[in-house]
């Protein structure tokens, strides 16, 4: 494992220290699934984002649910 610094505002360091006087558990804990879910979000983000562009520039397709049924021969 990697050992990082980061500067937190002072609010989110007292919610963060509540938590873990709740919790038991550690910053590091809290901090590294913090960063996990928002770096899922934001990879999510940046794909959808570049599907937008590739569709909008002509360099890939889109299609309705019906052709999607129909080429999988699901259509009815």
Request: aromatic fraction near 6%.
């Amino acid at each position: 494992m990697i050992a990082i610094s980061i500067r937190l505002p002072d609010e989110i360091f007292q919610r963060l220290q509540h938590l873990v006087s709740l919790t038991g558990r550690t910053k590091t804990f809290y901090m590294v699934e913090a960063i996990r879910d928002h770096l899922d979000d934001l990879e999510d983000i940046y794909l959808a984002e570049q599907r937008l562009i590739d569709v909008q520039q002509g360099r890939s397709k889109t299609y309705t649910l019906e052709e999607v049924e129909k080429l999988l021969g699901l259509a009815d």
